[in-house]
């Protein structure tokens, strides 16, 4: 079982619910996403939603691998 650490974004605005598919970055363990989404939201340049404009929040997940899939 491998589990994958990442850093997804998804938009601040309470009123938005849009959540962006694709990772941001991809990190070694848990430790090094959840720093790097702490960065991330930290940035002063931060990218903003394109549904709504409001600035983008990062957050760290991670995700289990199934090894009986490709
Ligand atoms: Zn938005």
Known sequence: MVNKYKV???CSSRLCDYVQHDD?????????SY???LHYN???AKPSCPKCGEAM????HSVID?????
């Open 8 to 10: 997804r974004a998804y």
């Open 24 to 32: 941001v970055i991809q990190a070694i363990n848990g430790e090094t």
């Open 35 to 37: 720093a790097l989404a």
């Open 42 to 44: 930290e940035s002063p």
């Open 57 to 60: 929040s990062f957050y760290s």
């Open 66 to 70: 199934e090894p009986w899939l490709p």
